[in-house]
Nanobody, 118 residues
Framework: QVQLVESGGGSVQPGGSLRLSCVAS????????MAWYRQAPGKERELVAQ????????YYADSVKGRFTISRDNAKNMVYLQMNSLKPEDTAVYYC???????????WGQGTQVTVSS
């Protein structure tokens, strides 16, 4: 049974930084796309950032471009989200998502809370 576990969330003041991490427990093979989503209270879950297997292509939501950076370590089956210049509107539960080659699986983490407030 594969589980994804996020860490690094917390409370920070506007303008601050956080680094989220996600690791897969259990045996997992051929991770294709890794991504971070978020869901704020009363809103739908939205894609924040996504990275391809070789890291050659990265997508960012317009709202986080220039502030967030997604990266991955394939040897450790980990994905990271460096979040800088955080704003109150970044407050949400952040989820990591792993999609297997040919969409053979689609795993989600349980989420980690990020709160940006003064």
């Amino acid at each position: 049974q594969v589980q994804l576990v996020e860490s690094g969330g917390g409370s920070v003041q506007p303008g601050g930084s956080l680094r989220l991490s996600c690791v897969a427990s259990g045996r997992i093979f051929s991770i294709s796309t890794m991504a971070w989503y978020r869901q704020a209270p009363g809103k739908e879950r939205e894609l924040v950032a996504q990275i391809t297997q070789d890291g050659g292509s990265r997508y960012y939501a317009d709202s986080v471009k220039g502030r967030f950076t997604i990266s991955r370590d394939n040897a450790k089956n980990m994905v990271y989200l460096q979040m800088n210049s955080l704003k109150p509107e970044d407050t949400a539960v952040y989820y990591c998502n792993y999609i297997g080659a040919r969409k053979s699986y689609d795993y989600w983490g349980q989420g980690t809370q990020v709160t940006v407030s003064s």
